[in-house]
């Protein structure tokens, strides 16, 4: 018995012992606990010096899709605390370095396993296949369907081709529209057509489908040339350029650059969809540039589709292709950067950019603007609100300002008995930059404020022009009347009024008053601008302070009479709309201080403006100088003459 | 020993080993899945699905764990011996767009009999607060009828609606309808599948779970609009994301809409109060985590917080310590002036992931700071959700403060701008939201898709037809920055439009045609639209082509004078196709006195390089002579008109109109059905649709040129006018499009 039992025992201390084995194998393969994020890096700087970030990159040459944990979505599986929120809406980013896991056979899985865990895998498609513990690893891939990419966690990739040059684009200027013809209308380089293609093939004829197959001889070259039905022999991709329309099917969608390859020569792609997930589509809209065909049977119709797009909307596309491949797909660099930007606009979803944006041409770099208008009201604001006067003075004349101060309390309604101008709430002198103290606001230095008007005084320490737009918190209206001390000539009551008036209509704008310094004699592409008196929305104040470089700034305070041309580029630039212009310039012009050599100052200070901005943002056509007088409906009596003796516009009632 | 005995013990303890390894292993598996995730198994091929692989999530997945499990097999067999839902259905797979050949359509089943007692029976006042199903199913029924899109022949039908209400699929609801499950299986186009079949729900599941796709319906492969979607639940661009609407929300727009009133205080970018919140909190079960949570933020100063216990009717039963000083404190702001002086509000998961705390906070607009990780927004298939809302994460709850402190004024601004926006254009109204739904879907089927800038930038989606185009350009609203540069010539001269009505004859058309003629270049392309009494027979072509020379393309439609008895009307444009300039400058001759002299044709061209200066400076906005002000006379009751000099400028009279191409276009499209046919019905409306038409699109007042002429004010003039103004609104579906101007454009002298 004892025998027996001891053999019993044997084998309880043999199967234990297996079992342990077991759970060390089984415990082996478990994560390790993921680092403990405590500093950032920034991306760009490629040193070497890591602390803990908050997303790590690991480059992987082939995955299997089923290892992942298909249940991840960003808000479960991506360790957030490792994002800090530090300054800047920026994540940091750490790579591994690639020598130390890339193995050429890409076999040797502990090698995986032993490192940190990867919440982030670069993948490029391949036919390796390796296991690897990275259930909740984000994965970038360029093979996605709509069944196995995790919605806000996987990035879809472009496939790029291996081997060709980075940048076919290099000399395009952002503002050309190419609306040229090309030879061909479709072009299909499909592995294999199937019967609705060949069907359109008969039904379009050999010149207006091209069919690029591969060619059958000399299988070196196939990557770069591709042969037509009848044989000839084209450089690919190149010959995709003689095409309007290039062909890609779902099956070249995975493993295959041709929707990249049509990207990069304007050859707009018509999508023949399955479930594919489009490469960074949550930065991309395709729609904008792509045809997508729902079904097989569509291609069928294709060519009476093709036929409707309008050779200005084919430019539009193209362009938008080239803006698109020039800022995403160019190169690896820029594909890198591109899944980064969607990785950080995750993390900081209310910094991110618009669609509108990120579709758009890359923005200067360095200027921080924002490139959507800010401001977008449509309907007239209500004048409930009034607007706060701004007057800056530098120590000119006292008495002129004390004019300034009393034409702007005048009545708006001339000779009425009105005890104070409509809408005018506070005016507020920036004491700028002088020694003196401003004379105290009581005692009768100042003259004296209509009941519901209130003056306030603020004293800044430089004496810098910029300061006029600065959006003080004593500015509690969104309307404000920029005013310089002697500008109490542009001061007419009612054109005052009809000013305030034209900007509750076109708060997004600024609107003038009086002179004019027009450069438009020496610049003739340049729209007039406006200087002195202007109504304009506090928020403008607010951006010109904020977003325009300080370099800019101090160049504008060094060189004077300049801070209203960089206001009007700004707000042109923004919305793309030019200013309003109230009143008669023929008259008013001469107020423009005599002495100063203003053109020559103004070209000057426009030509750095435009170099810090990009543009002065006032050459294209829709940027419009408004010629015309805005007359309020109330004080609208000033042209009856002009159409006095029209009697043609009167109604002739016949009915 | 004997051998036997020997074989028997190896045996027993071979047995027992056995017995033993095979424990101990199911023991390992049992508990190492719940400690350590494993490698999973491989599956070879993508298309294996995704949903039928055993789950191996953390026990930190907190918010996965329990979500949608029972219903996301495909193998799962269910009561109706179909799968219940198919997750891997895409557009491509599981709709079927040969129906659809005709064109987009939507056929509502007719409602089940005896269902409009049972909706009566239970609509007493708390259901009605709960925001049960009934009046909203029907208000999305009216809307689905209301849109051009409906078709009452199923043969003929893309999409196919049920008529029961299915938006409360929470069993435990009064408003719950236990038979829909068989009535839709047995709907004639059903076919078992679904196909072409669009579900509203606005709750699924039920407590303590509330799973999210529990909705006793084998939806199948039926397209679902529900609400409170998960992102790992919707089958993206085959589900739809839809608003949780409350059961008060109207079926049409109210008074104001588009021209919703601007932000007061957009000066201050901030509010007095920067994050706000007050709602309930449920202590316990799902939801309550956040909610619970939220007192650690407050500092009583610029974060307010209040929630309450009271939830339920024993709410007793589950509260904690902290329930007595919530429930004191909850008293003490009101509701509305909460969200109207806040910069942010809180916009935390209820039960489900939505709440309708979402679209009352846009009301108000303040800008949503969405605390329910994982939700899909609404329509976030075409909404871009990031310049309007603010996605925190309920995991870096404590650090919301900081977050909304980091986002700078510009965006702030920028942020309730675009809420106040996505509202007024989408979700004010029950027919917008069906509308959105619509559009999306349609957009799916044809091969021209709204690119997201019409849906991100006014005047949103709704009001721009992709069929007109998909660029920018072509259209009076989108700056040009950022994106390609527009082609510059269409932007520099004019398509004219001459109607020459009754009373209108030759010599008449002739001086205007003069005056076309002479502008260096600024007419383009002229269309005449003959309808004169006086003369049936125009002119004929070769005087008209001689007349305005080589450079001006000119085409003549109508002739055979007022034959059929319809009036000559304003809104008869040519096809919108075949006009070539981007300003359309629309002239009634017949309402010019003849014969005009050399002398006033130079003051006509003054008036039209006017009009176009003043229009290209403003594209969107209608620019022409004379104008009138709508106000509401109290004492007729009605809206009226009035032209006197000291008021302002609503809308257009005169003879002379200049527009966007654009709107040409829209006058004759569907969109415009219902308003050409009141201007039809009522004399003289046919100019004023011009200006309603306009306003409803942007907002934005007509501009005004000249002064005005006191002969217009006569009171016959307007009589016949004012009767329109209501029928017009109510054709655009809005209260009053119409907005004032108070400026004039006049030529610098």
Known sequence: MAESTRTMLGTVAIVTLLWLAYLAWLVSQRVPPPPVGSTRLVLDTGSDEVNTPSVVIHPVPGFNFSLRNMKCTYHTCFDIDACRLVGEHRIGVYIYPRRRYYTPGGHRLFQFRKAYPVRVALVRPGPTIIRLPLSKAMVASASFTERTYRSTFDIALPTLAAGRPDDQTESFSDDSLDSTERPVLLASAPPSAPEPVKRLRRSLGDRRFLQLNFCPSASAATEESRCARNGTRYAYPDVLSKATFCLVFYTQLTGSAALLDAVSRQCIPVILTNTNVFPFHELIEWNRFSIRLNREADVGSLFRMLTKFSRQYVAFMRYQMRVIYKRYFASPAAVALAVLQILNDRVFPYMAPSMQESNGPQSVAGLPVSPSPPLFHTAPLNSNQGYTAVVLTRGGSFSKLIRTLASLVTSGATGSASPRPPHLRKILIVWNGLTEAPPPLLGGHWPAMPPGVGLEIVQTGDDRLTNRFFPYDQIETDAVLSLLDDDVDVLVPSEVLLAYHVWLENPDRLVGLGADSSSGGQQPSVSPLLAGAAFYHKQYGALFHDTLPTELLDYIDSIGDCEHFAMNCMVANLTGRGAVKIGQPSLKSVAAGPGRDRTALAADCLSEIGRYLGSVGLESPRRVWMAFKADPVLYGTAYANWTANADFLGFNSVT | MPVNQLIRGRRRSLATALLLGICLVAATHLILPILSPLPQPAYTGQDAVPSSLPDYAQPDDLHTAHLGRRYLSNDQPSPWGHPVMDMSCSMHTCFNFSRCRQGFTVYVYPKPTGEGDGVLGSDDESNAELGGGGETYDKILRAIRLSPYYTDDPEKACIFVPGIDTLDRDSLSPRFKAKAAAVITGYSHWHGRGENHLIFNLYAGTWPNYYEHELGIPTNRAILAKASFSTTNIRSLFDLSFPLVHSQHP?????????????????????????????????????????????????????????????????????????????????????????????????????????????????????PVVLSNDWELPFSEVIDWRRAAVWADERQLLQLPDIVRSIPDWRVIQMRQQCRFLYSAYFSSVQSIVRVTLEILADRISYLRRPGLFWNSRPGGLLVRPQFSLNPCYYPFYGPRPGPPCPAGRVEHVTAVLFCGPGCHNSLLLGVLRSLTGNGGLVRQIFVVWRSSLSPMPPSMSTLRRLVGNKIRIALSGGGGSADGNPLSLIEMPDWSLISQDAVLLINASALSAPIPQHWQQQLQQLYRLAFSVWRAQTDRAVGLQGGLHFYDDFQERWSLTTAPASGVSCLLGPVLMLHRYYAYLMSSPFAERLRRVASVFDGCDLLAWSFLVSHVTGRPPAQLLEHRTAWAQPEFLGSRQLCLQPLANALGSAMPLTVSRARMDPVS
Request: include cysteine; proline fraction near 4%.
């Open chain 2, 251 to 367: 079926l049409s727009a109210p008074a104001q809409t588009v021209a919703a009133s601007p932000e007061p205080y957009l000066a201050k970018a901030r509010r007095p109060i920067l994050l706000s919140f007050k709602g309930k909190r449920y202590v316990i079960g799902s939801g309550s985590a956040s909610r619970n949570s939220l007192y650690h933020l407050d500092n009583g100063k610029d974060i307010l917080l209040f929630t309450t216990c009271k939830h339920g009717d024993n709410w007793r039963r589950y509260s904690d310590s902290r329930c007595a000083l919530d429930n004191a404190r909850y008293g003490m702001w009101d509701y509305d002036n909460l969200l109207h002086n806040s910069t942010f509000c809180l916009v935390p998961r209820g039960r489900r992931l939505g709440s309708y705390r979402f679209l009352e906070v846009l009301q108000a607009g303040c800008i």
